[in-house]
Protein backbone atom coordinates (compact mmCIF):
# COMPACT_ATOMS: atom_id res chain seq x y z
CA UNK A 1 0.00 0.00 0.00
CA UNK A 2 1.28 3.47 -1.22
CA UNK A 3 1.38 6.75 -2.48
CA UNK A 4 -0.36 6.08 -5.85
CA UNK A 5 -0.71 9.62 -7.72
CA UNK A 6 0.87 12.74 -6.98
CA UNK A 7 0.12 15.81 -8.53
CA UNK A 8 2.66 18.87 -6.83
CA UNK A 9 1.22 21.71 -9.41
CA UNK A 10 4.84 23.13 -9.69
CA UNK A 11 4.24 24.63 -13.05
CA UNK A 12 2.07 21.91 -14.55
CA UNK A 13 -0.63 19.38 -13.28
CA UNK A 14 1.98 16.20 -14.24
CA UNK A 15 1.44 13.63 -12.26
CA UNK A 16 5.02 13.09 -10.48
CA UNK A 17 4.92 9.43 -10.35
CA UNK A 18 4.42 9.42 -13.99
CA UNK A 19 0.80 7.35 -13.87
CA UNK A 20 -1.73 10.21 -14.85
CA UNK A 21 -0.91 13.44 -16.28
CA UNK A 22 -4.11 16.16 -16.24
CA UNK A 23 -5.23 18.09 -18.88
CA UNK A 24 -5.69 22.00 -17.78
CA UNK A 25 -8.55 24.27 -18.40
CA UNK A 26 -7.79 27.96 -17.39
CA UNK A 27 -5.26 26.87 -14.85
CA UNK A 28 -2.48 29.47 -14.33
CA UNK A 29 0.36 28.63 -12.11
CA UNK A 30 1.99 31.20 -9.31
CA UNK A 31 4.48 30.91 -6.70
CA UNK A 32 3.42 31.00 -2.73
CA UNK A 33 7.34 31.59 -1.46
CA UNK A 34 9.03 28.55 -1.44
CA UNK A 35 5.77 26.30 -3.13
CA UNK A 36 4.26 26.63 -6.78
CA UNK A 37 0.53 26.00 -6.49
CA UNK A 38 -2.23 26.22 -8.99
CA UNK A 39 -4.44 29.15 -9.53
CA UNK A 40 -8.56 28.44 -9.97
CA UNK A 41 -10.49 31.31 -11.17
CA UNK A 42 -14.00 29.96 -9.73
CA UNK A 43 -15.72 30.34 -13.22
CA UNK A 44 -13.96 28.10 -15.89
CA UNK A 45 -10.69 26.59 -14.06
CA UNK A 46 -10.51 22.85 -13.81
CA UNK A 47 -7.80 20.11 -14.34
CA UNK A 48 -9.10 16.40 -15.68
CA UNK A 49 -8.32 12.87 -16.68
CA UNK A 50 -9.76 10.46 -18.88
CA UNK A 51 -12.89 8.62 -17.23
CA UNK A 52 -10.45 5.61 -16.89
CA UNK A 53 -8.36 7.11 -14.57
CA UNK A 54 -8.36 7.66 -10.56
CA UNK A 55 -10.21 4.85 -9.16
CA UNK A 56 -9.14 3.65 -5.47
CA UNK A 57 -10.90 0.68 -4.63
CA UNK A 58 -11.19 -0.67 -0.83
CA UNK A 59 -8.88 1.83 1.50
CA UNK A 60 -7.58 5.24 0.02
CA UNK A 61 -6.50 8.29 1.38
CA UNK A 62 -6.92 11.67 -0.84
CA UNK A 63 -4.77 14.77 0.88
CA UNK A 64 -4.46 18.43 -0.49
CA UNK A 65 -3.44 21.56 0.89
CA UNK A 66 -6.14 24.54 -0.44
CA UNK A 67 -6.45 28.00 -0.32
CA UNK A 68 -9.83 29.58 -0.89
CA UNK A 69 -10.90 33.16 -1.45
CA UNK A 70 -14.43 33.30 -1.63
CA UNK A 71 -17.67 32.28 0.60
CA UNK A 72 -20.71 30.75 0.90
CA UNK A 73 -20.14 29.05 -2.54
CA UNK A 74 -19.94 25.32 -3.29
CA UNK A 75 -16.32 24.69 -4.32
CA UNK A 76 -15.19 20.90 -5.67
CA UNK A 77 -11.55 20.39 -4.56
CA UNK A 78 -11.42 16.38 -6.08
CA UNK A 79 -13.67 14.23 -7.25
CA UNK A 80 -14.20 11.17 -9.62
CA UNK A 81 -17.92 11.57 -10.46
CA UNK A 82 -19.91 9.07 -12.41
CA UNK A 83 -23.63 9.10 -13.32
CA UNK A 84 -24.86 6.30 -16.07
CA UNK A 85 -28.12 5.63 -16.52
CA UNK A 86 -29.89 5.70 -13.13
CA UNK A 87 -26.81 5.01 -11.37
CA UNK A 88 -24.47 7.11 -9.30
CA UNK A 89 -20.95 6.21 -7.95
CA UNK A 90 -18.13 8.52 -7.17
CA UNK A 91 -16.18 9.86 -3.93
CA UNK A 92 -16.25 13.28 -3.96
CA UNK A 93 -14.04 16.11 -1.96
CA UNK A 94 -15.54 19.64 -1.54
CA UNK A 95 -15.93 22.86 0.41
CA UNK A 96 -19.55 23.56 0.96
CA UNK A 97 -21.76 26.40 0.45
CA UNK A 98 -21.93 26.35 4.44
CA UNK A 99 -17.95 26.93 4.78
CA UNK A 100 -16.81 23.37 5.65
CA UNK A 101 -14.94 20.46 4.46
CA UNK A 102 -17.02 17.82 2.80
CA UNK A 103 -16.50 13.86 1.78
CA UNK A 104 -19.09 11.87 0.33
CA UNK A 105 -19.14 8.47 -1.24
CA UNK A 106 -21.17 6.31 -2.98
CA UNK A 107 -22.74 2.88 -3.64
CA UNK A 108 -23.48 1.51 -7.04
CA UNK A 109 -26.89 3.16 -6.24
CA UNK A 110 -28.94 6.17 -6.17
CA UNK A 111 -29.84 8.45 -3.94
CA UNK A 112 -30.66 7.75 0.07
CA UNK A 113 -28.53 8.97 2.65
CA UNK A 114 -26.20 6.67 4.67
CA UNK A 115 -27.64 3.62 2.73
CA UNK A 116 -26.83 4.79 -1.24
CA UNK A 117 -23.78 7.37 0.12
CA UNK A 118 -22.21 8.85 3.37
CA UNK A 119 -21.58 12.55 3.55
CA UNK A 120 -18.73 13.56 6.24
CA UNK A 121 -19.07 17.71 6.92
CA UNK A 122 -15.88 19.01 8.67
CA UNK A 123 -16.81 20.59 12.04
CA UNK A 124 -14.98 23.66 11.92
CA UNK A 125 -15.65 26.68 9.19
CA UNK A 126 -12.70 27.06 6.68
CA UNK A 127 -11.03 30.05 6.59
CA UNK A 128 -10.61 32.15 3.83
CA UNK A 129 -7.13 33.41 2.34
CA UNK A 130 -5.47 30.78 4.63
CA UNK A 131 -3.71 27.54 3.37
CA UNK A 132 -4.69 24.25 5.16
CA UNK A 133 -3.44 20.57 4.93
CA UNK A 134 -6.96 18.84 4.42
CA UNK A 135 -6.79 14.88 4.52
CA UNK A 136 -10.03 12.00 3.79
CA UNK A 137 -9.76 8.76 5.03
CA UNK A 138 -11.62 5.73 4.12
CA UNK A 139 -10.65 2.64 6.31
CA UNK A 140 -12.73 0.08 5.09
CA UNK A 141 -15.62 1.48 8.51
CA UNK A 142 -15.24 5.20 8.55
CA UNK A 143 -14.78 7.87 6.47
CA UNK A 144 -12.72 10.75 8.23
CA UNK A 145 -11.68 14.35 7.89
CA UNK A 146 -8.64 15.28 8.90
CA UNK A 147 -7.73 19.20 9.51
CA UNK A 148 -3.70 19.50 9.33
CA UNK A 149 -3.33 15.97 11.27
CA UNK A 150 -5.83 16.34 13.48
CA UNK A 151 -9.52 14.76 13.36
CA UNK A 152 -12.25 17.21 13.06
CA UNK A 153 -15.27 14.44 11.75
CA UNK A 154 -16.04 10.89 10.99
CA UNK A 155 -19.41 8.61 9.54
CA UNK A 156 -19.63 4.98 10.01
CA UNK A 157 -19.63 3.59 6.11
CA UNK A 158 -18.59 0.00 5.04
CA UNK A 159 -19.22 0.63 1.25
CA UNK A 160 -16.05 0.81 -1.16
CA UNK A 161 -16.29 3.27 -3.61
CA UNK A 162 -17.34 2.29 -7.03
CA UNK A 163 -17.27 3.36 -10.50
CA UNK A 164 -19.22 3.40 -13.76
CA UNK A 165 -17.96 3.55 -17.21
CA UNK A 166 -17.93 7.01 -17.53
CA UNK A 167 -16.28 7.87 -14.25
CA UNK A 168 -14.65 12.14 -14.58
CA UNK A 169 -11.63 12.43 -12.39
CA UNK A 170 -11.40 16.61 -11.84
CA UNK A 171 -9.31 18.91 -9.58
CA UNK A 172 -10.85 22.09 -8.86
CA UNK A 173 -14.27 21.63 -10.52
CA UNK A 174 -17.06 18.98 -10.52
CA UNK A 175 -17.19 17.02 -14.13
CA UNK A 176 -20.49 16.40 -13.82
CA UNK A 177 -21.23 15.62 -17.41
CA UNK A 178 -19.24 15.85 -20.40
CA UNK A 179 -20.63 19.23 -21.54
CA UNK A 180 -21.65 20.45 -18.23
CA UNK A 181 -18.97 21.71 -15.39
CA UNK A 182 -20.04 23.08 -12.04
CA UNK A 183 -18.96 23.82 -8.59
CA UNK A 184 -16.00 25.38 -9.38
CA UNK A 185 -13.23 26.27 -6.93
CA UNK A 186 -11.97 29.51 -6.59
CA UNK A 187 -8.35 30.35 -5.88
CA UNK A 188 -5.24 27.86 -4.88
CA UNK A 189 -4.68 24.10 -4.37
CA UNK A 190 -1.34 22.24 -3.95
CA UNK A 191 0.20 19.09 -3.40
CA UNK A 192 -2.52 16.66 -4.23
CA UNK A 193 -1.73 12.84 -2.96
CA UNK A 194 -3.99 10.15 -3.57
CA UNK A 195 -3.20 6.45 -1.71
CA UNK A 196 -4.50 3.13 -2.26
CA UNK A 197 -3.98 2.66 1.62
CA UNK A 198 -5.43 4.24 4.91
CA UNK A 199 -2.75 6.98 5.91
CA UNK A 200 -2.08 8.69 8.83
CA UNK A 201 -2.45 12.71 8.23
CA UNK A 202 0.70 13.60 10.74
CA UNK A 203 3.00 10.94 8.96
CA UNK A 204 1.89 12.53 5.62
CA UNK A 205 2.19 15.76 7.28
CA UNK A 206 5.97 14.83 8.31
CA UNK A 207 6.76 13.81 4.68
CA UNK A 208 6.30 17.43 3.73
CA UNK A 209 8.95 18.55 6.85
CA UNK A 210 11.08 16.49 5.05
CA UNK A 211 11.32 17.93 1.62
CA UNK A 212 13.66 21.12 1.47
CA UNK A 213 11.58 23.20 -0.41
CA UNK A 214 8.53 22.87 1.77
CA UNK A 215 7.45 26.20 3.57
CA UNK A 216 4.95 26.06 6.69
CA UNK A 217 1.63 27.71 5.72
CA UNK A 218 0.60 28.02 9.13
Do not use: H
Amino acid sequence: MALIWEWTLNWNSNDTLWVNNWTDTSISYVSWYKWQCASFNGSTSIIKLPATSIRPTGNFTVNAWINTSNTWAYKSVFRTYSQLSNLISWFAISVTNTNKIEFVSWKNTWVTANTDFKSVIWATTVTTWSWVMVTWVYNGSTLEIFINWTSDWSGAWTNNAVYQSDAKPSIGANNYQSSLVVDYFNWLIDEVRVYDSAENPLTIYNSYLNNPNFFMFF
